[in-house]
């Protein structure tokens, strides 16, 4: 749930700005007072206010320890553990607090809050509820009531919530957004449209609910009005870069046929939740982009539904025809029917051992690595064919008579998220099933199988559906038909790759495979598309598929050409030889998504050496980090300053492990909202990310609405710093110059990034003024043994200086062959 705070009343004092005098003052009291609960309440206070919540944690269990359970007390503490994403932890303190103040509705309201973030709706809701009951009318817990209610389905009720907050604030974008939301979900899909157009007159970005602009794209998309929805998502995502909206703009590439734009966004799908994250981290290894195949083994992994895995398979034998061993894995229903593919050596289930292998690579990322265009589809039809002797088993059952057969599918999988829109209710069908000489077989399976007291009087049917064990049984049965109809579900595609004729009846709004506008797909030349006229009504569809197959059957039409052929041209020559390939497509401002050695990241293609480096090698400066990791101890405290994108950050966090801490400065604010992504998306949680830009000199008292920007490192009074790193896009002799306590009192191993040796030499004096021994560490920027295997440095001998400083009591017991020793 977003609103301006968390956090509501954990203390009276007024906290509107961080108060370095407060924590230098609580510091110094519990000197001589360390067991003084009210001490070490402000001083948590105090650090939570500036969002550094573990250690403001740490104090709240050091006060916990001392019996301190006041109302307040427990709302703190609470925050503090949900700030560092202990839930469970978050909801027991919690808990504490309507123990303690059951008649108090901030601390239903904030309970309420902890249990949304666990997805636990029904009992947010009694939460909110709760606190409204309480006096709690305002526009957070409207908004909270709201967000659970749409999450339970409950469109009504969340719109009078959105409707309700709106007569409190209607200035704040959030509740626009979700009223836009809800109305939608209620097919009212103009007054949806105006009211997400509102939230993004009013957010442009908005802090609280900077992602407002994801909603209005879509509803354009929605609406038929794709190109502005394109053009919402260019205006925003090049400083709001969210995974949710890159996926959507993705979506809305590849509908308006800009194929080449739209593969390189889809890749931010493995960025969009954790059930992604799950899924694409099963598998180790570089992930295939381009390099070459000759005498290697790739393994093409399944990732999404059987309809997508019947469509991008056809990819196979064009990475086949680049050399190389080429393993398929997929689920165990669709097995079987692999076995024919083209190209494919070894099919494999998700339960048989992997056997090794040089690269991997996502079914649907294919398209993005053959720089597929309209008019390169590889569309070789068919590429699936049924097993000859389950199709003589079926022949007998359906070719009974020489009627032409026509096979049925009107429902997709219930769990599907659209699946109500683009299924539909067998009694729909009625027109067409009133069809005379037409033979029906139904291949509908599961729920909506059900025929009893539906079908026509007299009409010809033959129902398969129950008997049908897996999609070679769906193959075969088709491959006995004259035409399929159906809606958007994987009999559609298997019909297609077939080369069956093949109608569809598409919903609007469509899947982005569709395209727009189209009665005929370029990815299956035998397929027609009946689209919807109207959203949520089936009724013309239907209509018009009686019309055309009443024709068919008039003109004696049976079978059509069953062999077409498009012959793929890929944009780019593979293997590729140079990064202006990976960003074919890519558009300048726009961030990307790579696989690299420590994970999944986003990054911006266009951001000097980096964005190269992540893309086409799959790292950055790894032989620092190889060096970071035999020095830096798990349990660690290390301070990371410029952190970028994370693309150093989110292997400190790992090796720190829980117990360690990691405090990260980036002062650009796209590159922040990048990182905190990408922290997310690899499961680095014992992060502190600072609001503020690290200096020599923190800002001075302002106006009492000001708030500072810059502090000092010595401002920060840590208790513990082992490491501090900072990058060369930083201005390191800056950071130290406000760093002298912090230095002399905890003594930190140092890593300091320089741009060039003048640099490095002051940077390494001005270490010494500290009694640190100095290090030269000059790194190549590629690396022979990158991740990515790419033989050719695109970075002609270029290289990054950094200074280690260590200090002179601290006995170096590891070799440091990397790096020479300044004297």
């Given amino acids: 749930m977003a609103s301006r705070e968390l956090i509501i009343n954990v203390t009276e004092h007024d906290t509107r700005r961080f108060d370095y005098a407060s924590l230098d003052f609580s510091a110094n009291a519990l000197a001589t007072r360390p067991d003084d609960r009210l001490l070490l309440f402000a001083k948590a206070s105090t650090l939570f206010e500036r969002r550094r919540c573990w250690e403001a944690r740490a104090v709240c269990l050091q006060a916990e320890a001392l019996r301190l359970d006041s109302f307040e007390f427990c709302l703190l503490a609470g925050w503090c553990s949900f700030g560092v994403g202990r839930l469970e932890e978050a909801e027991t303190w919690m808990r504490r607090a ?27 809701a009694t939460s909110f509820e709760r606190a409204l009951a309480l006096g709690g009318d305002e526009f957070d817990v409207q908004v909270g009531l709201a967000n659970v209610r749409l999450a339970l389905g409950e469109f009504e009720t969340a719109e009078f919530h959105c409707r309700r907050a709106l007569v409190l604030d209607d200035k704040r974008a959030i509740a626009w957004r979700l009223l836009g939301a809800a109305v ?31 909603g209005f794209a879509i509803a354009l998309t929605e609406a038929r009005r794709n190109s502005e929805g394109i053009a919402v998502y260019e205006r925003y995502l090049p400083r709001f870069p969210f995974a949710d909206g890159h996926y959507a703009y993705s979506l809305a590439l590849l509908t308006a046929g800009r194929l080449l734009e739209g593969w390189q966004h889809y890749e ?79 099919v494999l289930d998700r339960d048989e051992v992997i056997p090794e292998y040089h690269f991997y690579i996502n079914l649907l990322s294919l398209p993005r690595v053959f720089a597929t265009r309209l008019d390169t589809i590889p569309a070789d039809i068919p590429y699936m064919r049924a097993d000859g002797e389950r199709a003589q088993r079926w022949a007998t059952r359906i070719r009974a008579d020489s009627a032409p057969k026509v096979g049925l599918v009107w429902a997709g999988n219930a769990v599907h998220p659209n699946d109500r829109f683009r299924s539909m209710d067998l009694r729909m069908l009625r027109p067409i099933l009133e069809v005379a000489g037409v033979g029906f077989v139904s291949l509908q399976k599961g729920p909506g199988a059900e025929t009893a007291g539906v079908l026509p009087e007299g009409v010809d049917w033959v129902d398969v559906g129950p008997e049908l064990e897996d999609f070679s049984d769906t193959a075969a049965v088709i491959s ?10 994987a009999v559609a595609h298997l019909a297609g790759a077939m080369g069956k004729p093949v109608w569809m009846m598409v919903a609007q709004p469509a899947d982005f495979r569709w395209l727009e506008g189209r009665e005929d797909s370029p990815w299956y030349p035998t397929m027609r598309l009946f689209r919807q006229s109207r959203r949520d009504d089936w009724t013309d569809v239907v209509e018009r598929v009686k019309a055309a197959l009443e024709e068919r059957v008039r003109d004696g039409a049976a079978v059509m050409p069953a062999k077409t052929s498009a012959k793929a041209v890929t944009s780019v020559p593979l293997p590729w030889t140079s990064p202006a390939q990976l960003k074919v497509g890519h ?55 410029g952190a970028g994108i994370g693309a150093h950050a989110v292997f400190l966090g790992r ?86 306590d912090t230095l002399w009192r905890l003594r930190p191993l140092m890593f300091l990034g320089a741009e060039d040796e003048q640099t490095l030499g002051r940077l390494a004096e001005r270490a010494r003024q500290f009694s640190y021994r100095c290090w030269r560490m000059e790194t190549a920027l590629f690396n022979r043994q990158n991740f990515n295997r790419r033989e050719a440095d695109i970075f002609d001998g270029g290289t990054a200086l950094a200074l280690l400083a260590i200090p002179e009591e601290i006995e170096v017991d590891i070799a440091l062959d990397e790096c020479i020793e300044i004297s």
């Fill in 98 to 124: 309507v123990d303690a103040a059951p008649d108090v509705h901030q601390s239903h309201f904030n309970l309420a809050v902890v249990l949304q973030a666990q997805q636990r709706n029904h009992d947010a």
């Fill in 184 to 214: 939608g979900r209620q097919c009212r899909y103009e007054q949806a449209l105006e009211f997400f157009a509102h939230a993004d007159q009013i957010a442009d970005g908005d802090a609280e609910d900077a992602t407002a602009f994801t």
């Fill in 268 to 346: 931010f799908r493995w960025l969009r939740s954790q059930t992604q994250l799950s899924q694409r981290t099963c598998l180790g290894g570089p992930v295939w982009s381009g390099q070459t195949l000759r005498g290697k083994t790739i393994l093409l992994h399944v990732e999404q539904g059987f309809g997508d895995v019947i469509q991008f398979v056809r990819y196979a034998p064009l990475v086949k025809a680049l050399g190389g061993t080429i393993l398929l894995r997929v689920a165990r229903p669709m097995k079987t029917l692999m076995h024919g593919i083209e190209g494919v050596d070894q």
């Fill in 480 to 489: 006995q038909l004259d035409l399929v109809i159906c809606v958007d579900t």
């Fill in 587 to 641: 558009r300048p401002g726009m961030s990307a998504v790579a696989e690299t050695r420590i994970g999944i990241l986003q990054y911006l293609p266009d951001e000097p050496i980096i964005g190269d480096a992540i893309g086409w090698y799959g790292e950055h400066l790894q032989p620092q980090l190889d060096l970071l990791a035999r020095m830096v101890r798990p349990g660690s405290t290390v301070m990371e300053v």
């Fill in 655 to 740: 090796l720190l492990g829980e117990a360690g801490h990691l405090f990260l400065y980036e002062a650009r604010p796209v590159l922040q909202r990048i990182l905190r992504q990408n922290l997310a998306a690899n499961g680095v949680s014992n992060v502190t990310l600072m609001r503020r830009t690290l200096s020599s000199r923190g800002e001075g008292e302002g106006s009492e609405a000001a708030m500072p920007t810059t502090e000092t490192l010595d401002e920060l009074q840590l208790e513990r710093l082992d490491w501090l790193k900072v990058d060369a896009s930083v201005a390191a002799l800056d950071v130290l110059a406000g760093a002298s």
